[in-house]
T-cell receptor, first 110, second 112 residues
Framework: GIQVEQSPPDLILQEGANSTLRCNFS?????LQWFHQNPWGQLINLFY???GTKQNGRLSATTVATERYSLLYISSSQTTDSGVYFC????????????FGTGTRLQVTL | EAQVTQNPRYLITVTGKKLTVTCSQN?????MSWYRQDPGLGLRQIYY???????DKGDVPEGYKVSRKEKRNFPLILESPSPNQTSLYFC???????????FGQGTRLTVV
């Protein structure tokens, strides 16, 4: 099956700092999404981005499908950004199944 | 508000006692699926449904049943829960194949 690797696995930032999270995948994909899992366990949709670039406030994402990677940028981080960030891809074309990466655990401190 | 709603949010049960976790979406989505999340194993798909009366197994279907009698509802049934089914469960829906998936709030299940 497809492999989805995220880096770094853990990240500690001071409030106000910027960061880049990376997602590499081993095969072509039909769908790529970024999620934030907050400390209460909820999965929050950040971006649906199978290709191209999108921005939403302090967050932006870029997917280069031909090179099989996606980047999530967080600018001016806040303590509420803490949690785990997941990249998830669907490459089946038939089952609409998301394969999740192992996640990047982000902690933003004061 | 467009959403996927799971119930209950938290459940502690005993081995062998049948339970159902409900999932409902109000977006008229065709696709629905169930995932479980476990430490070290990430999120894995249990079952999915492409439309009413159409369901299929995901990666970890053993011990689970689903049904899709109405487009909006996709309940997950554990006929005889065991401790290895202790997990965080998520229901998801999407409009069509290969489109954005929306997740419910999660159900934290403990089987003792």
């Amino acid at each position: 099956g497809i492999q989805v690797e995220q880096s770094p696995p853990d990240l500690i930032l001071q409030e106000g700092a910027n960061s880049t999270l990376r997602c590499n995948f081993s095969d072509s994909v039909n769908n790529l999404q970024w999620f934030h899992q907050n400390p209460w366990g909820q999965l929050i949709n950040l971006f649906y981005i199978p290709s191209g670039t999108k921005q939403n406030g302090r967050l932006s994402a870029t997917t280069v499908a031909t090179e099989r990677y996606s980047l999530l940028y967080i600018s001016s981080s806040q303590t509420t950004d803490s949690g785990v960030y997941f990249c998830a891809v669907d490459h089946t074309g038939t089952a609409s199944k998301l394969t999740f990466g192992t996640g990047t655990r982000l902690q933003v401190t004061l | 508000e467009a959403q996927v709603t799971q119930n209950p949010r938290y459940l502690i049960t005993v081995t062998g006692k049948k339970l159902t976790v409900t999932c409902s979406q109000n977006m008229n989505h065709e696709y629905m699926s169930w995932y479980r999340q476990d430490p070290g194993l990430g999120l894995r798909q249990i079952y999915y449904s492409m439309n009413v009366e159409v369901t299929d197994k995901g990666d970890v279907p053993e011990g689970y049943k689903v049904s899709r009698k109405e487009k909006r509802n996709f309940p997950l049934i554990l006929e005889s829960p065991s401790p290895n089914q202790t997990s965080l469960y998520f229901c998801a829906s999407s409009p069509f194949i290969n489109t954005e998936a929306f997740f419910g709030q999660g159900t934290r299940l403990t089987v003792v």
